[in-house]
């Protein structure tokens, strides 16, 4: 059965606050919608500006924590503890506000740090053990994947002219020549991305605005944001009117 790719869905809220909480009413709900239908919420989060993102679900009613099961669209190679981790930063501004059961955390492999391309394997095995043991998808069908968009379009570590966006089997990629430091990193790749029940990006501010409106009104620049479509799945931006300024693509109202 043929699917075309999921046409954005943009939510333009007018303040960075009115946007986590459409975020947070966003999340809740496929949660539910996710422990109703297979007992558990498979989600893979970003670092950088998002998880400061999801403060609003902190206090939200009805989060059955303990379903959660937590991955990284992507990760620094770098210590669980080091500034640089986007584990450490997810901790700081989420984990420890919300009782997620440490074992449904799925980081890195600290081990394999001098050995990338063990972490990579590693990670994916875990991907394969969570998934493809209950799914029998030749990629792994996440049910809600919360992005960024970098200023210059890239998402995950998935980055403009990157070999990695040609990636087509792999469900986890590692690259040691990020052009955004650090340099050593692992990413989900665009099947899995486009394999998912749920995508959200979440980008506010007015430094995104010119990134944004060349994201969403010309995917035929073919940045790594716009590549994300999924084929099944439903795929929605959260954005505040700062960043939403200069883009064409028609706004739908948060209710
Ligand atoms: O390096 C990264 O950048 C992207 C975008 O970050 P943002 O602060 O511009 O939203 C982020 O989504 C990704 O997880 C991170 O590793």
Not at 182 to 210: C, D, Q
């Amino acid at each position: 059965m043929h699917h075309s790719p999921a046409t954005p869905v943009v939510y333009s809220l007018p303040t960075v606050d009115d946007v986590k909480d459409a975020l947070a009413q966003f999340v809740v709900k496929a949660q539910h919608e996710a422990i109703e239908k297979k007992g558990r919420f498979t989600i893979a989060l970003s670092g950088g500006s998002l998880p400061k993102m999801l403060g609003k679900l902190v206090d939200a009613p009805d989060v059955q924590w303990d379903r959660w099961q937590v991955y990284y669209a992507d990760e620094r190679v770098v210590p669980l503890d080091h500034e640089d981790s986007n584990h450490a930063l997810c901790k700081k501004e989420f984990y420890d506000k919300v009782p997620i059961p440490e074992g449904n955390i799925h980081t890195i492999n600290t081990d394999y740090l001098d050995d990338i391309e063990e972490l990579r394997e590693a990670y994916e095995n875990d991907l394969i053990l969570q998934f493809a043991s209950k799914e029998t998808a030749r990629f792994p069908i996440f049910d809600l994947i919360l992005l960024g968009m970098g200023p210059d379009g890239h998402t995950c570590s998935l980055f403009p002219g990157h070999e990695l966006l040609m990636e087509e089997v792999e469900w986890v990629a590692c690259l040691e020549d990020s052009p955004k430091p650090p340099p050593k990193r692992i990413t989900l790749t665009f099947p899995v991305l486009n394999h998912a029940a749920r995508v959200a990006f979440v980008a506010t501010g007015e430094g995104k605005k010119e990134m944004l409106a060349r994201i969403l009104d010309r995917p035929e620049e073919g940045l790594p944001c716009s590549r994300v479509r999924p084929l099944v799945g439903t795929l929605s931006w959260f954005v505040d009117d700062a960043a939403a300024e200069l883009v064409a693509h028609p706004k739908s109202v948060w209710s």
